[in-house]
C-alpha cells in the first residue's frame, strides 16, 4: 500500500491563502490533486492540514470534491503524518506539498519504483545535483522509517520537515536518489511561494490546460520557450 499525503495550510506566511487560489478556475490546491490521482504508483491520497480554523475553508473545498482529509496540529507537521498514517496504514508514504501544482505523475511514479527497487527507507528526486525543477518535490518514505524517526524527533526541523531525521543521517538510513536528466534542472522554479510564482503558474494553465488537461512536463518546457516574457519571470529562471 502506497500512501500519498499531501500537506496545505491556508496560513502560508508569503502568500496566505494560495492553496485555493484559481488555476483555470478551480483552486490550486485541487489542480495539483487533479495531476497526482493520474500516479500509477500510490494507492490513495489524502490531505494533511490544521485543525486550526483557518484552514476551515480549505477543509470546506477538499470535502466538496471528494478528497480525504486528515486534521492535526498547525506547527507540528510530523504528527500530521502519523496521524493521517495511523488513519490509512500503508507500507510506504509518498510526501507531497501544497505549493507544487505543477506537480508530475510520472516523476511521482519514477520515484515510487526507484524506492521499491532499492529497498530504501527514503528516496527523493532533490539530489545536490541533478535534482528536478522546484516544484517537483517527491519524497516517498517507508512506513517503518518515518514511524521511528517520529519516535525519536526531538528538535523543531524534526517536527517541520517531517523527513529531516532521515534523510540527514545516510549513514542510518538507506537512501535512494531519483536524478533528473538535465544536471542544472534544480535551479528552476516551478513552486508557488510568492505572486510572481503564482502568476507564472497561472500563466502556464492558462496557456496548456485549456487544451490539454493533463499536459507534461516537456509541454511547460516548450512553452517557456516560445515565451521570452516567462522565461525570467519575477527574477526567477523558469526554464
Not at 529531516?164 to 536524478?179: N, Q, S
Not at 528552476?188 to 510568492?194: E, F, H, L, M, N
Amino acid at each position: 500500500m502506497i500512501l500519498g499525503i499531501l500537506q496545505a495550510r491556508m496560513s502560508s506566511t508569503r502568500l496566505p491563502g494560495k492553496v485555493l487560489m484559481p488555476l483555470a478556475g478551480v483552486p490550486m490546491v485541487l489542480r495539483q490533486i487533479e495531476r497526482l490521482r493520474r500516479a500509477r504508483q500510490m494507492d490513495r491520497l489524502v490531505v494533511a492540514t490544521s485543525t486550526e480554523t483557518s484552514d476551515d475553508p480549505l477543509v470546506t473545498a477538499l470535502r466538496a470534491a471528494d478528497v480525504a482529509v486528515y486534521r492535526g496540529p498547525l506547527d507540528n507537521v510530523l504528527a500530521r503524518f502519523i496521524g493521517a498514517l495511523d488513519a490509512n496504514p500503508a507500507d510506504h508514504v509518498v510526501r507531497l506539498t501544497a505549493d507544487c501544482p505543477l506537480a508530475d505523475p510520472d516523476v511521482l511514479d519514477a520515484a515510487v519504483a526507484l524506492h521499491i527497487d532499492q529497498s530504501a527507507a527514503y528516496t527523493s528526486n532533490t539530489p545536490e545535483s541533478f535534482a528536478f525543477p522546484k516544484g517537483l518535490d517527491v519524497e516517498v518514505i517507508s512506513a517503518s522509517a518515518l514511524r521511528q524517526a517520529a519516535a525519536e524527533a526531538s528538535s523543531p526541523e524534526d517536527f517541520e520537515h517531517v523527513t529531516w531525521g532521515i534523510w540527514t543521517h545516510p549513514e542510518r538510513w538507506k537512501i535512494a536518489w531519483l536524478k533528473s536528466p538535465k544536471a542544472d534542472d534544480g535551479d528552476i522554479r516551478w513552486t508557488v511561494d510568492t505572486p510572481d510564482d503564482y502568476a507564472f503558474v497561472a500563466a502556464v494553465y492558462d496557456a496548456l490546460y485549456i487544451t490539454r488537461s493533463d499536459f507534461s512536463i516537456s509541454d511547460i518546457r516548450a512553452l517557456v520557450y516560445a515565451r521570452p516574457d516567462l522565461a525570467r519571470f519575477g527574477g526567477h529562471r523558469r526554464i
